[in-house]
Structure formats: C-alpha cells, structure tokens
C-alpha cells in the first residue's frame, strides 16, 4: 500500500520561505516521479511542481516558477518543495503525489498524500 506523508507546513510571513518534505513508501520510490499540488479554500487543487524519477527533469506552475525548487532524495524516498519569497497567494494546503512519469503526476497522479497547511501572513 503506497503511502505519502507530507510534513513542514506551518505559518510564514509574506516573503519568508519554507521547505516542505513528502515520504513515501509502498513502492520503489526510485522508479516513479513525483509531484506537488495544492489547494486553497473554495479553489480547485492546482498544480505546483514536478520531478522525474532520476531527478534530471522538473516541472512548474508559472506562478511558482523562479520562487520554488522541488527535489528529492531517493535513499530517503523523500522529495521536497522550497518555497522562497512566499506570497499570501501562496496559502493552501500542499499534496504531493506520485506516478509513473512526469506528465501523468503532473496530471492525473496515482496516488495523493493528506496534505500540509500552509499559512501566509502578510
């Protein structure tokens, strides 16, 4: 059973930064790519960022693009979203998600964690 468990969500000010982290476990995390979303209320759950298996291919909202970086760690079966100059817009709460390649989890992602709240103060 795959498992996604979301962490560091928190409370920041307007262009303060933060490091969100997702563990996964269930399968060989090495082989799928991985992803975030978020929502904020009464918004639909949008795309933020993608990472390809090996790591070598990334993918980004263009309202994210240049603020944040997602990478992993695959002997940690981790992957991470570093959110910098962080805007009240930003606020949501953040999912990530993982499937077979970098376009299905920017799409249509197999599996979903619980989420973490993000909360921006301006």
């Known amino acids: 059973q795959v498992q996604l468990v979301e962490s560091g969500g928190g409370l920041v000010q307007a262009g303060g930064s933060l490091r969100l982290s997702c563990k996964a476990s269930?399968?060989?995390?090495?082989?799928?790519?991985m992803g975030w979303f978020r929502q904020a209320p009464g918004k639909e759950r949008e795309f933020v960022a993608a990472i390809s298996w090996s790591g070598s291919s990334t993918g980004y909202a263009d309202s994210v693009e240049g603020r944040f970086t997602i990478s992993r760690d695959n002997a940690k079966n981790t992957v991470y979203l570093q959110m910098n100059t962080l805007h009240p817009e930003d606020a949501a709460v953040y999912h990530c998600a993982q499937a077979g390649t970098l376009v299905r989890v920017s799409t249509t992602p197999d599996y979903w964690g619980q989420g973490t709240q993000v909360t921006v103060s301006s």
């Open positions: 269930g399968r060989t995390f090495s082989s799928y790519a």
